[in-house]
Nanobody, 120 residues
């Protein structure tokens, strides 16, 4: 059974960078047709799709965040990382990592979610 675990700071200073890591167990992040995705939910709002890194290593970002978002991976550790530069109060949210399976067109595995708050 694949499991995803998020780690990283819960409090970020304004203008600094946010870095969150999702560690995957029970499956490989290089498995064909899987997309490793970051999603967040700001307070009082719905889910916001951030972007993904695919099984191939290619990345794709949501248009509202792509200017200061980077997703990378470490295949030796079976991890993928979200980096968000120049953090503002608008970036305060609960952040999730998830697996989207292209073969069945569904998210079928989620991390626990972690609260990230801009210190300002």
């Amino acid at each position: 059974q694949v499991q995803l675990q998020v780690s990283g700071p819960g409090l970020v200073k304004p203008s600094q960078s946010l870095s969150l890591t999702c560690t995957v167990s029970g499956g490989s992040i290089t498995t064909n047709d899987y997309y490793w995705t970051w999603i967040r939910q700001p307070p009082g709002k719905g889910m916001e799709w951030i972007g993904y890194i695919a099984y191939s290593g290619s990345t794709y970002y949501g248009p509202s965040l792509k200017s200061h978002t980077a997703i990378s991976r470490d295949t030796s550790r079976n991890q993928f990382t979200l980096q968000l530069s120049s953090v503002t109060p608008e970036d305060t949210a609960v952040y999730y990592c998830a697996r989207w399976r292209g073969d069945i067109q569904a998210y079928n595995s989620w991390g626990q979610g972690t609260q990230v708050t801009d210190s300002s």
